[in-house]
Structure formats: C-alpha cells, structure tokens
C-alpha cells in the first residue's frame, strides 16, 4: 500500500507542478532568473551574464530524475556504490552529448538536444547497468533498465518546463493547422511573451498561439513514467521499462510534425530516425533479460535517498546542470547600480 500512495502522491505533484508551468513560464519575466555583471560598458552600465529560469529548471529535472533512478534502485538492493556509478555513467554521458550531436544534427554551437542526449543514453544504459551489477554484485539488469527508463521520462517530463520558460521546442502556430485540429488546438494553446524567447528570435512567433507541444510531453512522460512505476512495485520489470520506453520515442517521433523549430533540413528529422532506432534496441533487453528473484521494497529505496552522500550527490548534480545549462550565450544584458536616495 506504501508504493501505490508514494506513486500517486509523486504522480499528483508532478501533475500540479506542469499545470503551474504551462500557465505562467511562456510570460516573459520567466526567463531571466538573475544577471551577473562582468566588465563596465562606456556609458557606465555593467555587461552582464544571464542566468535563466532554463538551467534552473533543467536541473531540477535532472536532480529528480537522478532521485528517482535512486529510489527505484535502491529499492532493488543496489547499494551506495552502484547507485554512484550509474549516475555518473550515465549523466557523464548523456550531458555533453546533449550539445555534441545538437551541433552535429543542426550545425550550432550554442544548442542543446535532448534527444541526442537520450539517443545515447538509450544505446548505453545496458553495457552501463552491466558493468555496474558486475562490478558490485547488488541489483540485476533489467530492474536497472527499468528504474533507468522510469527516471528519464519523469527527468523529461520535468525538463519541458525548461522549454516553456526559454520559448523553445514549440509548436506549429495553431493557425497553420487544418479542421479539427486548429479548433482543438485554439483552446489549449501556448503564447509566448518576450523579444528574447527562442520562438520570438528565430520565427517572429512571439504572441501566436502555438500548438502546446511542451505541455503535451509532459503530461505524457511523467503519465508514463508514473504507470511504469506501478509496474515497477509488481515487479513486471519488462513492462516497466517498455512503457516509459516506447510512450517517450514513439511521442517523440510524431511530436515532431507538430513542431515549428528548427529540427535540420529533412523531412524527417535525424532525431526522429534516432528515436525511431531508440525504441527498437531498448526492446531487446526488455524482453530477452530476467530479473530473477529481485523483490522490490519501496521503502528501503526512498531511505536511500536521505543519506549524506546520496544528498550530496543529488546536491552536486543539480550545480553542475545549472552551470552546464543555466548560463545563456544566445542573449545579454546591461546592468545599471544607483543608490536609492529616498532609502538612505
């Protein structure tokens, strides 16, 4: 009974917490959280370094998708050392690959792919989640693949906050969409607010309805994520793995036609093919692996999570993703100090 109110209790905030963002991060005072200012201008204001509600938010993502990768290990017997190394494995991977195949996919320095980063993952986490249960001797591969597969639809789901408050991976505007679908859409839409939002930069989109393919994602990975957790209490490990699995790339796949940013030059994108190759290959370990005599207590997993080093851990990764993602290169800004001289 614990495992079934933590997930719907889990499921329940994350529902609250999307609904929040998709009213109020496309405005335009949620993407610029602080400005650091670094040299001194001529006309006396400071250049500054803008710090975004983006990197804020993408690490809260990756630090609850870290958690819940934890607590669904841990709940399966792997200790601290092998619950360390597949964090690191992973995210040690999946991170910079995040900017490496975006800049090869679609030629820019300053972007960030997502499902170039999943793309990797995908294709890893089994030699990974190998090599940590052979090296450790606690946990099995398949409840690995599983938590694995479970954290990253929660970490994604999350992650399109991220893209609400910057303005990017939006939709088709719902104008250009044809019967039924633009009456649908014109009731559930996503405008953007601001002259600095990706969508207003690089399409003039600023003040259109848009189909709302952020929001749409997030409600169905973190669904996703939340049923393969159910499967994941009965110990139906090779259905907790698929569900999150396919829901997350066949979505990917067809939220692309919906999609108004730039994706490369194809009419079928590189990271619909990689999505497409994604779920093909996770398939294989899911069905062709056994668990064993793996039991799950939920409990013993979410005590993993209130540990010294498991906190610092959570703490580490959540700075290292803001200082990753968090430090815009694509807008600036000028900062002007003055006493108050009403306050003094």
Request: aromatic share 12%.
């Amino acid at each position: 009974m614990l495992e079934y109110m933590w997930i719907v209790g889990f499921g329940s905030a994350l529902f609250v917490f999307i609904c929040w963002g998709g009213r109020v991060l496309p405005g335009e005072r949620w993407q610029m959280l602080a400005s650091v200012p670094l040299a001194k201008n001529e006309d006396g204001t400071w250049r500054g370094l803008n710090l975004t509600w983006y990197g804020l938010l993408s690490a809260l993502a990756y630090t609850l998708a870290t958690a819940t990768a934890i607590a669904l290990l841990g709940s399966v017997g792997m200790g601290l050392t092998g619950l360390t190394l597949m964090v690191a494995g992973m995210l040690g991977l999946c991170i910079p690959a995040a900017k490496i195949i975006a800049r090869m996919v679609e030629g820019k320095r300053n972007t960030l792919s997502v499902g170039g980063a999943v793309f990797v993952g995908i294709l890893a986490a089994p030699w990974v989640a190998w090599l940590v249960t052979s090296l450790t001797g606690a946990g099995a591969v398949l409840p690995a693949l599983a938590a694995l597969a479970i954290a990253y639809a929660v970490g994604e789901g999350v992650g399109r906050m991220a893209c609400l408050s910057f303005g990017c991976c939006y939709g088709r505007p719902v104008r250009s969409l044809p019967e039924p679908w633009r009456r649908i859409f014109g009731g559930w839409s996503i405008v953007f607010q601001g002259q600095t939002k990706k969508a207003a930069y690089a399409h003039d989109l600023c003040g259109h309805e848009l189909v709302p393919v952020q929001l749409m994602t997030a409600y169905l990975y973190c669904g996703a994520a939340c049923l393969g957790m159910l499967f994941f209490a009965e110990h139906h490990f090779a259905m907790a793995m698929t569900v999150p699995l396919v829901v997350t790339q066949v979505w990917r796949v067809l939220s692309e036609f919906l999609r108004a940013d730039y994706r490369g030059e194809q009419k079928i994108s590189a990271y619909q093919i990689m999505a497409g190759v994604g779920v093909l290959y996770g398939l294989i370990p899911a069905w062709t692996l056994t668990a064993g005599d793996i039991a799950v207590n939920m409990g013993q997993g979410l005590a993993a999570l209130w540990t010294v080093p498991v906190m610092l851990l959570l703490q580490g990764v959540f700075v290292a993703v803001f200082l990753h993602t968090g430090r815009s290169s694509v807008t600036g800004s000028a900062v002007r100090f003055f006493v108050k001289e009403g306050e003094i």
